[in-house]
């Protein structure tokens, strides 16, 4: 297929069955909206697409910048978008919670502004919290920006009404499913979904999901926070329920792995809290029904949100040289030395010095003629085998001589015969008044 | 289930408040409102910010910042243990040194008078500079009335930020950390009076990325004076690592939930006056944010501390405390709040109960939990014990003075059992900020007298804060 631009290829994106022998739901037809086809990998292209697409005119004379409370998806398209049409974008947000969406918002130009933690201690005549106070500045008309507003606008609950509900009822051959099941985040794709499949039929049973309190599923809202979203409307929705990030996982996880549906957590979520939804109600049906739920983005971007939660998931082998495996053997084998020894020892054998601290430590005070390798990378060099020969003397130096105890714990098990570590570090060695040098 | 949000209670509190007949005496011979303190909790806290040194390997000092509290009792159990003390007013010093704090252990920080300056400089406190100004100032007492070098922080604000940009509310505190020419040619001038001990900062955030953040300048700034031939040695991280007043964290999501559906409208008010905490319903939205301390958190005090020493740095990825070893740089913290942690509660007697209204001997200057936005419940200690049926209902909490505003807390509170004329209710772990800080004399009602409780022969001893001192005049004996 052949596009001129590619905010053309944004919608159209293919509804795919499950398979029952998955959900195991035995009188309903399960149906995935594959949003993360969308070009920019979301749900949230539709949405930022159709909130910018009449400003874009003229906005680069003007200076605009584009501006938006998001620190997902959403932002992930504008910049993408603001970038094609030579407009800058910033990201205003509480925290950046998803590292791989931050570096990725980086690498694409966008400039993250972070707002400030609450105070600790309070001033309860201030009530202008600093979100508010932002708010009033890049929504003043002449202000030089573009606020997309997605949590209050309009056009983000038509981009769905306009696309993503006709569609689905398009290849549902013309019908409207009986349940639709979507996660709320500003509430736009599953209100404009929603509106569009109750018009055509009445009957549509809609469920919202939101996250339970104080879990965290990224690009969705808790029960409280939905509150918050001027687009969130109770009455879209025939129940509202709650989902735990491990719900979420587990739904991603069967996509991920028996679906080949590379669905992020809010996708999983939704396939969760849809069979978890839909078990109860398959039980008394005597006929078919179907039912729909979104898949909004992919898996990639949530690598270390996965492996903070699962790391079994991530499980690697245990390298064998390394000081976690050290016994307590290994490290009563290792030597230490003193700091007035270490001084005759260097000034007779010139031992290889190694100051295992940071670099900015090690550029402001050292011993002289010691080299630094910090911790973290001659524990990489050590996987390797020995970085010295065997013959050649070694003295390991750190803060206060624990990791150079460890250190020299490991290069004796793995044979070098005269490592030694600086006993009490470089701490000890400066309390003593031995020489530190800079350069 | 009622919105309850009952106060987290430990080990030697706990046991106090099982002591109804005492309380009840002490507040009868003491009047109400009366404020309890625990000195030897405080010492115990002091021991778990050590503890967190230990664990990174750090030297430096845990200085307790004086300003959450008053009592004599709590500064002079201090004196006995290794902390130091923050003391940000002239008085606040003469009260550290009649406590028994060599000057070695005094720092001075906030703004300060000439007095204040000469005092801290003539006994050889630390002084914790909030501008050049201030240092210059300081260099000028000591050349002119010929006084020893004195050991000088420099306190910095402003810190930018790499990749993100974390704003923070902007300080009143502090020198530019993005310009500190002029702070090193000041030290530079007056190298012969000050003696420059390192970079210091405090922020007024829950948010540790901002301190991280702040922290990682401090370093930069650190270096940079290293390179400028200065020899910089501390690093001090201020205060506001916070306590965690509530005993269980679905109370708080609960309660602030119910409050969500309150200022919608959705379920009747738990507020007085239907008061949002800075919520409001604009069309059926919530909007505004929710300013109170967050009274659940899963991370405070000590783990607070350490949580922010094993943040990785963002330039240099590897943890903000092993950076901080690795320079050889002693740390230095200011707690207030979170060494009160469980050192004290506020006694109120109950004088009227009309309905859901329930009138104390005390108002809310006395237990300060509107000013610090601070949401917690009583523990209702009834003059007489009754094993009634639990039947929870809700209560306002009025104060003594003639304003329509003097609440306790607009929040309406739930007791297990109604309150009658005579008990009384207790505040737990007011001791940081909430118990003296705002107290006032309006209308000439009486300000809460303090009281030292420590265990002792098998059960608890009291004396008045004036009268406690860190010695039992029986070791000879031991
Ligand atoms: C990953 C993810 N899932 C779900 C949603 C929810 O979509 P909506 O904002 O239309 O409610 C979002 C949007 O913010 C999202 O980023
Ligand atoms: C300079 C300074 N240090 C320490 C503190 C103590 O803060 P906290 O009680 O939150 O630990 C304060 C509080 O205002 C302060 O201003």
Known sequence: MRYETVTDVIGNTPLVRIDAAVHGLRNIDLYAKMELFNPFGSVKDRAAWNMVRDRLPGAAERGETVVELSSGNTAKALAVIAGMHGLPFRSVTNRMKVPEIKDLLLLLGAQIDELPGRSECLDPADTDDPLTRMYRTVSAAGGGYLHTDQYFNPRNVEAHARGTGPEIIADLDGRAPDYFIACVGTAGSSSGVARVLRGHDPAVTVVGLVAEKSDFIPGIRDIDEVHEVGLFDPEVYDTIEAI????????????????????????????????????????????????????CDRVESYMSYLRERRPELFAQAARPQSVRSLTTDDLAAARTIGVGDAQEWIDKEVPLVVDLRSPFAYRALHIDG????????????????????????????????????????????????????????????????????RD | MAPYLQPRVEDD????????????????GLGSPLNLVLPDRLVRNVAAFR?????HHLGGGVWFAHKANRSHALVRALAATDAGIDVASLGELQHALAAGFAPERIMATGPKSPEFLWLAARTGAVVNADSTVELADLAGIVAAHGLPPVRVLARLSGFASTGTNVLTRTSRFGIAAGDLTGLWE???????????????????????????????GCLHAMDEAHQRGLRPRAVDVGGGFGVN??????????????????????????????????????????????SV?????????????????????????????????????????????????????????????????????????????EQHGVLMDPILVPRTRTEQAVDPSGFFLLGNLCLEADLLTRRKVFLPQPPRPGDLLVFVNTAGYLMDFSAGDALMQPTARTVAVSRGGGGWRWRLDEQYWPVTGREGTA
């Open chain 1, 370 to 437: 010691s080299i630094n390798i910090v911790d973290d990378l001659f524990g990489e060099m050590l996987h390797g085998g020995l970085p010295f020969g065997r013959r050649q003397p070694v003295l390991l130096v750190c803060p206060v001589g624990e990791k150079s105890a460890q250190y020299a714990a490991l290069l004796t098990r793995m044979g070098h015969p005269d490592v030694r570590s600086l006993q009490g570090g470089v701490i000890a060695w400066r309390d003593a008044g031995a020489e530190l040098v």
């Open chain 1, 244 to 295: 735990s990030s491990a719900e979420a996982i587990d739904g991603l996880l069967t996509l991920v792995r028996r679906c080949g549906t590379l669905a992020g957590p809010t996708g999983g979520g939704a396939y969760q809290g849809a069979v978890r939804y839909l078990r109860g109600v398959d039980a008394e049906l005597t006929e078919r029904r179907t039912a729909v739920f979104i898949v």
């Open chain 2, 293 to 369: 301390y967050p009274a659940h958190r899963s991370v405070a005090g000590p783990d607070y501390l350490d949580r922010l020493l094993s943040t990785p740095s963002a330039v240099h990825r590897r943890p903000l405390g092993t950076l901080l070893l690795d320079s050889l740089y002693d740390l230095h913290t200011e707690p207030g709040r979170a060494l009160l942690d469980q050192c004290g509660a506020t006694a109120l007697r109950v004088e009227e109960v009309r309905g859901d209204l329930v009138r104390l001997a005390g108002n809310g200057g006395d237990v300060a939990l």
């Open chain 2, 186 to 216: 000041t030290l530079e001038k007056h190298a012969g009076q000050l003696d420059f001990l390192g970079v210091a900062y405090h922020l007024d955030t829950v948010g540790l990325p901002e301190k991280a953040i702040a922290l990682e």
């Open chain 2, 13 to 28: 509190l706990r046991s106090l408040l099982d002591e109804h007949a005492l309380l009840h005496q002490l507040v009868d």
């Open chain 2, 51 to 55: 503890a967190v040194h230990r664990k």
């Open chain 2, 245 to 290: 007043y509530l005993a269980d964290a679905r109370q708080w999501e609960a309660w602030t939930s119910e409050l969500t559906g309150a200022v919608l409208g959705r379920r009747p008010p738990i507020t007085w006056n239907e008061h949002g905490y800075g919520l409001r319903n604009e069309g059926g939205t919530v909007r505004g944010a929710l």
